[in-house]
């Protein structure tokens, strides 16, 4: 019984694991939908209008190259944070025992997608400032605030207050979590090492000077949609985890 408790209250790397990728292969019609839609398609339009607009101009600070890079950028932004919204949501929501559905995820995803920006510029506002001073900061920021995501979006609570949250939930699990952060960070970067590879690789020099997509740019693509949507779900069930420590703890201190 002891055992059991103490399983209970001590944050599990491998229940984390498990829980991310049983809530995406519950789901996977679902999670792949979001990232196709929210990700991969937003970001093969993105890309092509870029392409048209520099219409082959290779000055790099050009205003019309800075300008277009702003906005696509800031509407590429938008997205991403629609789908880590969304994402959040279905699986936190999975975890729990509910069922996840694509018009309800894509609903929480347009609506929490502003909030997660201002979210995101305060924590890597916090997070830069911490490696200036000496680093150490920055990464004890970056654990601190590393749920604040899936905080926002399922407590209904504001920046800051998801950001307190964040670190009242990660205390006691910090360097479990840093540990499991940075070896599937490692992994799911290897991808993204290899693709702009096979992009060079799978690119005909005619259509990079037409300034079309080539089959590697779309694998580029499509490969960053699926990295940021596991990422978001392995988020979500680390939140999930730490509330479920949370609640033991404060049990067993009753």
Do not use: C
Not at 5 to 34: C, H, K, P, W, Y
Not at 78 to 88: P, W
């Amino acid at each position: 019984m002891a055992s059991q408790a103490f399983e209970q209250e001590s944050f599990d790397m491998g229940r984390v694991v498990n829980r991310t990728f049983g809530a995406i292969s519950r789901n996977a019609a679902l999670f792949f939908t979001l990232a196709i839609v929210l990700l991969f398609i937003p970001g093969v339009i993105l890309q092509a209008i870029a392409a048209g607009v520099s219409g082959g101009d290779q000055t790099p600070f050009s205003p019309t190259r800075i300008l277009s890079a702003t906005v696509l950028g800031i509407v590429s932004v938008f997205f991403n944070y629609v789908l880590a919204a969304a994402i959040s949501y279905a699986t936190v929501l999975d975890l729990n025992g509910g069922r996840a559905e694509l018009g309800p995820s894509f609903a929480i995803g347009l609506k929490r997608a502003i909030p997660l920006f201002l979210l995101a510029i305060a924590s890597v506002l916090g997070i830069y400032l911490g490696l200036a001073l000496l680093i150490i900061p920055g990464l004890m920021f970056a654990i601190w605030w590393s749920v604040a995501t899936p905080v926002l979006v399922t407590e209904n609570l504001g920046v800051f207050a998801s950001m307190g949250r964040s670190r009242a939930l990660t205390k006691g699990s910090r360097w479990s979590i840093f540990g499991l952060l940075f070896v599937v960070g490692l992994l799911l970067l290897i991808p993204l090492i290899i693709a702009p590879l096979m992009s060079g690789a799978l690119t005909d020099p005619a259509l990079a000077q037409a300034n079309v997509l080539s089959v590697g740019s779309l694998i580029t693509i499509f490969l960053s949609a699926i990295v940021y949507m596991i990422f978001a779900a392995l988020l979500a069930a680390i939140y999930v985890e730490l509330r479920t420590v949370d609640v033991h703890i404060r049990r067993l201190r009753k």
